[in-house]
């Protein structure tokens, strides 16, 4: 009977594992066919591999569209690690009476959809001139809510001693946080780095609202733009969607030990 | 006083700042989407007129075309000008939604182009209270393309494809799929293209002239709900795809026999190794309507200049000089694009005559530009893409032998419902 469950619990692993895998395989098979071997079903690799790569770097500034990619996730997500993490601390470390009401009401913008911020923001930023830069990218998401609130809730299982102990030890408050804090807290910190730099690098609907030339088009855009050709081609499509997803990918296999202990609950 | 006369000063030296810099080079943005097609065509034409005005340098962006949509709708509706682009392209089918929602976003150029040279539908489209907006640039004029070498088999040659209605294309799709065992089209469900092929062949739309809806006393409307359907129950007709990519890799691998679609399809088509295999026919009509014909049209789109933009009349005397004059700039686009023009002119020219081998020799352009000369020019009205979502949320329903007539009147309340 147990075996039963067992190979039953498996094969529905299996099944699970497949599903999640087939959309990345049918995207790096894809990438080796032709436009019509892949309309047409074809499931097997292809040779048309180098013809796709050609072409997508002969139609796109691959360089200068990485870079803009790879310069606002990151620094997006270095950015929003520092000010996310900082004010996480700050809410649970610091207590006072306002406290609790400041983050209540932090939590209820969560519910506001970006949607409705949209129009708000670009005149915001149109207002400062800052249309069509990085700053305008960046800004909007370094102050993340959700990244505040989780970086608030494993602040919870940072041991209070610890602090203590470092400001008996004579500590600033800065020399604790830098010291101490980002050490203890380096699981979540990946955790954080992980899902920043995913959701920086795939960032969508704002990049197209606020850049307005090619030299500040990111990769997720480019990817876009291919895709609505009147006949589009799939085999160029697919390997500009290889390209774009290595980096997160690359990321995620680096962190991904630290990612698993982040998201279990923080200190280590 | 002392502090106007300073900002005179200042505003004085501020036009004179900015002659200056115009004197010395100016910068027109253009947004479009479709690299391959809009983009080359407008790079094309920018390399022309540059090589005659080396101060102008002409930038063309592009973007998904649901991006540029909602990045064009965000700004125009956010009321900042900055940012804008000095022309942008959309597509025919919203052209008046984008007119009447930014009134004085959009340049008039009523006096500016010679609108009699553009096929007459495409201008009138663009046009509100006397005023026309577009230069029209590509032409979405139908045909029905089709697998000469399949429908020979078959038993029909050229000529058996000529004049006939939609019911007996329907019966055309029978003996191909019997004699080759090859549906004649690829339809997906979720498309209500062929309804407004059907309705502009017949000189009607979802919305009358004055923007409200044209379906429940619509005879036209009635004859191509009809029409459609009827193809659709028949099986043998064509093969069911979902998707933009089924639907061209059907007829692109040769999973089927043929497309009725606008001109633009051209160029997937010819890129596919099967030459002296295709040919086109006119579409078909509806039959029994009174002034239905054999020409329509099918999306197509074209260029706006925004009033808020700084480079405007370098724009416009880019768009008269070459999208509005150039006989020999619309070959070189047909010829490397496929993109079959609004200007009417073009067709004098040496490649809008030539025969074409991949079409077994047929002087297809010139077919095409026959028959757009004889589309009837419709009103799109800014609700295309709801009354289409009503359309297609039938189709399943009158498949399965629904009535008519109750569906008429389903699409017509959910539409009403959706425009007030």
């Known amino acids: ?268 | 006083m002392k502090m106007t006369a300073f900002k005179g000063v200042l505003a004085v030296a501020g036009i004179q700042l900015i002659t200056a810099t115009m004197a010395l080079a100016t910068d027109i943005t253009v947004w479009c989407w479709a690299p391959e097609f809009n983009g080359a065509a407008m790079n094309e034409a920018i390399a022309r007129y540059t090589a005659a005005n080396p101060d102008t340098k002409i930038t063309v962006v592009d973007f998904a075309k649901g991006d540029l949509e909602t990045k064009l709708q965000t700004q125009l509706a956010s009321g900042t000008t900055e940012g804008l682009p000095d022309i942008v392209l959309i597509e025919d089918y919203g052209a008046q939604k984008y007119l009447l929602s930014f009134p004085g976003a959009f340049e008039p150029l009523t006096d500016k182009i010679d609108y009699s040279q553009f096929a007459k539908y495409k201008v009138e489209l663009a046009t509100v209270e006397g005023q026309t907006y577009s230069l029209p640039f590509d032409s979405g004029v139908t045909g029905l393309f089709y697998r000469s070498d399949l429908l020979e088999q078959a038993g029909y040659k050229a000529d058996a494809l000529k004049d006939i209605t939609w019911e007996e294309l329907s019966a055309i799709g029978d003996k191909v799929k019997e004699v080759t065992g090859k549906p004649l089209l690829s339809v997906d469900m979720n498309d209500a293209g062929a309804i407004r092929i059907m309705l502009q062949s017949a000189g009607s739309w979802y919305f009358n002239a004055d923007g409200t809806a044209n379906i429940k006393d619509n005879p036209v409307f009635k004859a191509a709900l009809t029409s459609w359907v009827g193809m659709l129950k028949n099986q043998n007709l064509y093969k069911s795809v979902s998707g933009w990519g089924d639907y061209t890799g059907a007829f692109n691998n040769g999973d089927v026999a043929g497309v009725f679609t606008g001109v633009w399809m051209t160029g997937g088509i010819k890129g596919n190794n099967m030459s002296g295999k295709w040919a086109v026919a006119p579409i078909p009509k509806l039959a029994g309507v009174e002034g239905a014909g054999h020409a329509s049209n099918l999306g197509g789109s074209s260029w706006y200049v925004l009033s808020s933009a700084p480079s405007k009349d370098a724009a416009i005397d880019f768009l008269q000089k070459v999208w509005a004059s150039d006989v020999d700039f619309y070959q070189k686009i047909l010829v490397g694009q496929g993109a079959f023009a609004a200007y009417l002119p073009a067709r004098d020219g040496e490649a809008y005559s030539a025969a074409d081998a991949y079409f077994g020799g047929q002087s297809v352009w010139k077919d095409f530009s026959d028959w757009q000369a004889a589309i009837p020019g419709v009103n799109y009205g800014i609700f295309t893409n709801e009354a289409d979502a009503a359309v297609t949320a039938q189709l399943p329903g009158l498949i399965d032998g629904g009535d008519i007539d109750a569906a008429i009147e389903a699409i017509d309340a959910q539409i009403a419902q959706q425009i007030q």
Not at chain 1, 45 to 59: D, Y
């Open chain 1, 1 to 268: 009977m147990n075996r039963l469950i067992s190979v039953v619990a498996q094969a529905g692993m299996w099944l699970a594992a497949f599903i999640s895998v087939f959309p990345f395989l049918w995207m790096v098979t894809g990438a080796t066919n032709t436009a019509n071997d892949i309309t047409g079903g074809r499931f097997l690799p292809g040779t048309n591999l180098f013809v796709n790569i050609a072409k997508f770097f002969e139609l796109v500034d691959a360089g200068r569209v990485f870079f803009n990619s790879f310069f606002v996730a990151i620094t997006g997500t270095a950015l929003t690690l520092v000010v996310s993490s900082l004010a996480g601390y700050g809410f649970e470390i610091f207590a006072s009476k306002a406290r609790d009401r400041v983050f209540a009401g932090l939590l209820l913008l969560l519910s506001v959809p970006f949607a409705a911020m949209m129009i708000p923001l670009f005149v915001m930023f149109s207002g400062a001139g800052l249309i069509n830069t990085y700053i305008a990218m960046i800004a909007p998401g370094v102050a993340s809510i959700f990244m505040i609130f989780y970086f608030r809730q494993n602040t919870k299982s940072f041991p209070h001693e610890l602090r203590d102990a470092a400001k008996l030890d004579g500590l600033k408050e800065h020399q604790i946080f830098w010291f101490i804090y980002i050490p203890v807290m380096r699981s979540t910190y990946a955790a954080a780095m992980i899902i920043l730099f995913m959701t920086n690098w795939n960032a969508y609907l704002w990049p197209l609202i606020v850049l307005q030339t090619n030299e500040m088009k990111t990769i997720t855009l480019t990817v876009a733009s291919l895709a609505t050709a009147y006949t589009p081609d799939y085999g160029l499509i697919m390997i500009a969607n290889v390209l774009a997803t290595l980096p997160t990918v690359l990321v995620f296999f680096l962190l991904q030990r630290r990612f698993v202990e982040g998201m279990l609950g923080g200190v280590k």
